[in-house]
């Protein structure tokens, strides 16, 4: 990266967001004043007045590091994007890429020439240039891979050959290795010699004269013993390696239980490949917490703040036209039962009671087994145990909150029978929760889903459908 | 810590657990045959049993790292624990204590006798021991502060006295610092002599003789120069620092962006009074991504998968009573129309509808604001242009799925003017949830609450009863 990266760290990133901002809009205050002006030097004050604000705009972006760069820019509406984007070199547009979200990537990608976007690649270190290429056109994509040199296209190939979530996709190739064969005196040469060492690291990696990965060498231990003692000999062997083919979810949480900071990637030949760094995984649990808040309400992480309002329109409706459909059959549901209902409205004032406590007993343990299940601490030997507590738990919660309720119902309506009939649904409806919420995220994850992203709408449509099918089934049975 | 923290560590603990837990139910399935045989050598079999059951169990668990044995911990019901921590001495303890999650520690803490609790304590670190003393009775802490050393005892105190969710809380109090007026050459010298570096740290922190802190020397730039060169031509000056009051959330996203491994903390003398590292951040992350899965439904974090169903079942009443009286609520505006809707049953089929896109459009907004929120991407000057961005999208949805709705209860009902109502009753209710679902999680941050915990059942609250309002409002007014 050409950009000096230890410089210009800020903890504080709205102040300067509404710093630009301010600029940006300053411009366009003053070029409309100018327009309306309509004075003979009017070309000549508006560049003059353009050249002043870009001049303030160069100023404050060259304090900035790319991420907050990249910060900025996602906070920023479309068209205002590109105003900073012309200001940028190809070194610079590079180390912002990488930090930027993929819809914001996207947009620029779009008004960049061909040229262009072969430069900034060419700035770009390989495992994230994959990621990039992803989002780039079939032509466009070959001249990217003829202008960088033939290491680095290789090493793209491969990274794009791994599976999206796995370790090898994520990895870097440039790393430290140093021979077990060598003694700490030379080793520590060595590396003076070629200016190599690795940086954000807590350790070097140590391999046979073949290339095979031997084990760790912690650089407190380069540092703190003699010249003639051999790597071999305070080299960690046992030490803790992933495969290019696990999952990054795994190697995330192995990164949290074991405070670890680098993680040599080995194939399945003992070969080493690469390494994982904490700070790839830190970016990937915020961008993983990220989708998890949104995909609750099926919002794909592609929504752009400042995407056209009829696109993000769209983006929302398939989760509305599959909540429709859910609330459709509920209608009709409540269709079936118009006749009970025409002889007792009260039963059409008490069906949003049922809905609501149903769902929101549903989600709680829709919750906790998406935790239990993200945690890896539902097995097949404890799962009867969560089913049987789970259930334990909405029994309880019925008889207690179906008293409340049925009360409720006594004394609004002063009718006895009805108040039973909302006791006994309000437990039935619990349980179906209960249920619903335990066997909807299991079976998702079985098999293979994302159990936060539909978990939600079928069990709405579980509990909506039962829950108005029970209580209005009994009230029709026993009221009518 | 006693334990060997870079052998045994893997990436499939689902196994484990499942080992563990096998162990555990063997073991009480041969007590059972034995028990029930009756026979003479009955105590003597037990026993024997017994303890080959329990070798096995060491042997296992003397395999497992301390994060793991917290894992199996965590994935045990709440006896069963209390077996397995039999187990282990005190050194163990301790560093399986740091890696529990709240609730085990306070299960586990509750069968301790007093002199065990000061025992483990005496082997853990002074800020994370300043974690464990906040669940201890007053009486115990006084005893843990009496048996640790001095130096401990203040750093216990001081990390007690930042607040909660400041750097100064998590900080650790011990760093490698080296001083800027030495060269490379005797810097080495010293830490060699020392036996000193520092561990998971890419860094060493640089200070004035008089302990103000100068800079960061980077362990690269470290092992690179020539021994003559002096550490402060090398160090970098600007480098960036976090105070004890700042806030954990900003320090995590500084961390991910711009990827750093070690920050040192500063008081606001300018001394240097401790570091963070990426490895408490991480812990950090995983916590908050865990806490906000469970707040979104009103859970607390504290609920353990294997607590009592009582106390389970209590845990969840909080939520439940609130959602039961935006219901309540609810039901009383439907009851406001009891007329009406005896009038035209087809309207208590159609509430569901309502209710259902109402919430799901409400929720996207909030989940969107509220991501904005977390990512400091909302700021005065733009919120204007969110809110419209939201009305906008709003009524565009409104007028879509309005349609899609009117023309079911057409075809369902054959009623063009229902179908008006429902149209007409969708645009305003899409308008209300847009409005709410900006309005709410802006409003509870702006007075410090968090947006998550509380937005969604406001949101209901105000889209049922307003949707409800609006529907059966119209219909009393154009359709009877």
Redo the contacts between chains.
């Keep these: 990266m050409a950009v000096d ?10 102040t300067t ?2 710093e630009v ?2 600029l940006l ?1 300053k411009k366009e205050v003053i070029n409309n004043l100018v327009q309306r002006s309509e004075s003979h030097r009017h070309d000549l004050v508006q560049s003059l007045v353009e050249k002043q604000q870009l001049t303030a705009l160069n100023r404050k972006l060259k304090q900035l ?1 790319p ?2 760069i990249a ?1 900025v820019l ?2 920023l ?1 479309i068209d205002q994007r590109f105003l900073i984007w012309d200001q940028l070199d190809s070194a610079e547009r590079a180390a912002v890429f990488l ?1 930027l979200n993929d819809s914001v990537i996207k947009s620029l990608l779009g008004k960049m020439s061909q040229e262009e976007i072969v430069n900034v690649a060419s700035y770009i270190e390989s495992n994230q240039l994959a990621e990039l290429i992803t989002y780039l056109p079939e032509d466009i994509v070959l001249d990217v891979l003829n202008a960088i040199d033939k290491k680095s296209r290789s090493e793209v190939q491969s990274s794009l050959s791994f599976p999206k979530d796995s370790v090898g996709s994520l990895m870097d190739f440039d790393m430290v290795s140093v021979r077990a064969s060598y003694d700490i005196g030379n080793t ?1 040469e060595t ?2 010699k070629n ?1 190599m ?6 350790q070097l990696f140590v391999v046979s004269d073949s290339g095979l990965f031997e084990g760790v060498l ?3 231990d ?3 013993n003699d010249a003639d003692i051999s790597v071999a000999d305070v080299m ?1 062997k ?3 390696v ?1 495969h290019t083919d ?1 999952s990054l979810k ?2 995330a949480s ?8 680098t993680v040599p990637v080995i194939n399945l030949h003992g070969q080493l490949v690469g390494s994982l760094n ?2 790839r ?3 990937y ?2 961008e ?3 989708k ?3 995909s ?4 794909s992480e592609e ?1 752009d ?1 400042y995407a056209p ?2 696109k ?2 769209q983006n ?2 398939i ?2 036209g599959l ?2 459909c ?3 059959i ?3 549901v ?2 079936m039962f ?1 006749e009970t ?2 002889q007792l ?9 049922i ?3 149903g769902g ?2 549903g ?2 343990t ?3 087994m ?3 299940l993200a ?3 539902i ?4 799962f009867k ?2 089913f049987m ?1 789970e259930m ?2 909405s029994l ?2 019925g008889l ?2 179906g008293f ?2 049925s009360l ?1 119902a006594l004394i ?1 309506y002063g009718n006895f029978d009805l108040a039973l009939v909302m006791m006994g649904s309000m437990i039935l409806t619990l349980l179906i929760a209960a249920f619903s919420g335990v066997v909807i995220p299991v079976t998702l994850d079985r098999f293979g889903r994302d159990p936060v992203m539909g978990s939600s709408v079928l069990l ?1 449509a579980v509990i ?1 459908c039962m829950g ?1 099918f029970v209580f209005l089934g009994m009230a029709a049975m026993y009221l009518t």
């Design positions: 990266d230890t410089q210009r760290h800020q903890l504080d990133l709205q967001l509404d901002i301010g809009n590091h991420a907050d910060f996602e906070g509406p930090e520590l590396l003076r200016k060492f690795p940086e954000k690291s807590d912690s650089i407190k380069l540092i703190l960690i046992g030490a803790f992933l696990d795994d190697a192995a990164f949290e239980r074991y405070d670890l900071i904490v700070d995984i830190v970016e649990l915020e993983h917490s990220q998890e808040l949104l609750h309400v099926g919002l929504e703040l309002v009829w993000s329109a929302r409706w989760w509305l909540n429709l859910t609330a459709f509920a209608s009709r409540i269709g118009e209902i025409a409205v009260a039963l059409a004032a008490l069906l949003p009671i809905a609501s406590i929101n007993t989600n709680q829709v919750a906790l998406v935790r239990g945690m890896n601490q097995t097949k030997t404890n145990r969560f507590k334990s738990i309880i919660n207690v909150w409340v309720v409720f609004i709405t909506d108005f």
